[in-house]
């Protein structure tokens, strides 16, 4: 045990005073991605029901997979060819910038904003990687390997937006909002038709 740092830890709270920080940080990033996924929700009827849960999940330091993940997901009313129901996830994530073959433009760290449908389409990930990759609009955005990656919820990839402030992650969420809305929702109409569960 290393004594003095349990010393400084025990000093003036000041374990206490960071475990509060990092709860209020997570907490606020999960307000602002909840708030985009409630905006999903409202703006897809025939996708998801008006009554969706909102499953939250932070994943911290020590994490295997990621650097650190905060996340909010959601079921949509609708299966696919395999009689699974696709998730909407959207995320900030921390990683390291070689996991997603950033390595020349950031060190240390990369930070994004992201989304990904779990239970999603191989080949409708690449139709809407390709169509967006041919269009001006869409410069900025990038795609990417699912970290989380699991047979259970498999997502083919991500659409993702770097981002470095508070502002910066706000603005990413609502122009991922706005790919997910003009450029994913589209494919997904072609699935099954929602289901009935009265």
Request: net charge negative; charged share 30%.
């Amino acid at each position: 045990m290393d004594e003095n740092f349990i010393n400084d830890g025990l000093n003036a709270n000041r374990y206490l005073k960071a475990t509060e920080l990092v709860h209020r940080f997570e907490s606020e990033i999960t307000e602002v991605i909840n708030g985009t996924c409630q905006e999903i929700i409202d703006d897809h009827p025939k996708l998801v029901d008006d009554d969706a849960s909102l499953q939250e999940k932070v994943f911290a330091a020590g994490k295997s997979r990621t650097l650190a993940t905060i996340r909010t997901e959601f079921q949509m009313n609708v299966e696919n060819e395999n009689g699974n129901r696709p998730m909407v996830n959207i995320a900030v994530e921390w990683v390291k910038p070689e996991q997603q073959d950033e390595e020349a433009a950031y060190e240390g760290s990369l930070c994004y904003a992201m989304y990904k449908i779990q239970h999603g389409s191989e080949s409708r990930f690449e139709t809407v990687r390709e169509r967006t990759e041919a269009q001006d609009g869409w410069d900025e955005l990038r795609f990417g390997d699912d970290l989380w990656h699991h047979y259970a919820k498999h997502a083919p990839g991500i659409v993702y937006l770097p981002v470095e402030t508070g502002p910066e992650i706000k603005e990413a969420l609502q122009t991922l909002k706005r790919h997910f809305s003009e450029e994913y929702v589209p494919t997904l109409l072609d699935m099954s038709a929602p289901l009935d569960r009265k």
